[in-house]
């Protein structure tokens, strides 16, 4: 009966549009052998990490955890597993984090209890869990495979898959669990706060290739959102062809400026909304790490960021370091789109410039004759007399 439900449970999951990073250690690695079973799996499971050494999770964690086995790291693990789950989601699709530790059954009697802890993460919820077994009572196997079933019922529910099945558990097995719901602002001061690194809102209109892996971002502070910046995004989109899925971005941390205010980030994607166009929030207002966020992607820019990219001044007067870093975001396997722009009142385009030869083939030139814009949000700005 038992394999009839998780058979049923994991097609379920598979049935669903989200994308998840799995990160256990001590148990539960049964969970990932059944996600990965049955057909459909690689719509589902982006990464799956067991870091059962002491070093792998600390350099998991980036830390010596207090305890190893405990909700806290658990819940950590989780939010690192999110974080991981957006980076490596394709465009538009929700993703989850799911963290698990657990102190089960070995080879010689333990003292403590013999306990798991279980953490999901998604844009908008996060659920823990504790539950503490009745010692003696299960073999390592029996419990490992319990392990995996409550993991399995936990993902299923994050998934919102109805009517998965009820593990075995007994009335002296302790279950303690809690959910928190978090509201759009909550998110966008999480975003703001560095916990976690963006939020899509995907918003857009036209029909574009479901399994399109790679994002075509421009990026800016859209204050305001112009015509241009529209026709920007899709001439960009044409080059790339149909593999690509547009989108916006918004950085709510800025290099020099105080961070945007959440009434700030939402009046912004309010006019996302009203033109049925994608954008995401991030916290990143550097390009080296917007490649380290949307490995893959292609970024729209102009001609002027192209020109600051390339120029020793902007990394310390160090030629080395800037092209060590742009070097990085290469092999992350992003490219730069580059429009023309006026330049001290003069139209340049990408040939105007000398990009380093390591790098040529990491910018691409948008043709003037395809497009071409001569004012900028700062100009309208001016204009509207704001």
């Known amino acids: 009966m038992a394999d009839t439900w998780v058979r049923a449970a994991v097609d379920a999951v598979h049935s669903n549009p989200t994308q998840a990073v ?3 250690s001590g148990g539960a690695s049964q969970a990932i052998g059944w996600l990965l079973s049955v057909p459909g799996a690689s719509g589902t499971v982006l990464e799956a990490v067991v870091p059962y050494s002491r070093h792998s999770m600390i350099q998991l ?11 806290k790291t658990t819940e950590e693990m989780a939010l690192l597993a999110y974080n991981r789950a957006l980076k490596l989601s394709s465009p538009g699709y929700p993703v989850l984090g799911v963290g698990f530790t657990g102190s089960l059954a070995t080879t010689h009697p333990k003292f403590g209890d013999h306990r798991m802890h279980m953490s999901t993460r998604s844009s908008n919820r996060h659920w823990v869990s504790t539950v503490t077994l009745s010692k003696g009572l299960r073999t390592r196997q029996q419990e490992e495979i319990l392990s995996g ?12 898959v109805p009517g998965t099945f009820v593990p ?26 560095g916990e976690v690194c963006f939020k899509v809102y995907p918003f857009l209109s036209e029909e574009y290739a479901s399994n399109a892996e790679r994002k075509i971002i421009l990026s800016g502070s859209f204050n305001p ?27 709510a941390v800025n290099a020099d400026k105080p961070p945007l205010s959440v009434s700030q980030i939402k009046d912004r994607v309010e006019k996302f909304k009203n033109v049925g166009k994608s954008v995401i929030i991030s916290n990143q207002p550097y390009f080296y790490k917007k490649a380290e966020l949307f490995p893959g992607s292609a970024f729209v820019i102009g001609a002027d960021t192209a020109a600051r990219l390339i120029d020793p001044k902007y990394y310390d007067g160090d030629y080395k370091k800037m092209l060590d870093i742009l070097v990085r975001c290469k092999s ?11 330049i001290d009142g003069v ?26 814009m001569d004012i900028s949000s700062t100009q309208i700005r001016k204009q509207l007399g704001k």
């Open 149 to 160: 079933h409550l993991l399995l019922k936990a993902i299923a529910n994050a998934c919102k």
């Open 347 to 372: 139209f340049k385009v990408l040939e105007d410039f000398k990009i380093p030869e390591e790098l040529r083939d990491m910018f691409i030139p948008i043709p003037p004759d395809k497009f071409r």
């Open 332 to 342: 992350t396997g992003c490219t730069f789109l580059v429009g023309g722009r006026n």
């Open 61 to 71: 964690l980036g830390k010596v955890p207090s305890q190893f086995c405990s909700l």
């Open 225 to 251: 959102l112009h015509d241009g910046h529209l026709k920007l995004l899709e001439v960009a989109t044409s080059i790339c062809g149909d593999d690509g899925y547009p989108c916006f971005e918004i950085s």
């Open 168 to 193: 075995d558990l007994t009335q002296s097995d302790l279950l303690d669990e809690c959910e928190t719901l978090f509201t759009e602002d909550q998110e966008l001061e999480q975003i703001i706060r």
């Open 22 to 24: 799995l990160y256990l």
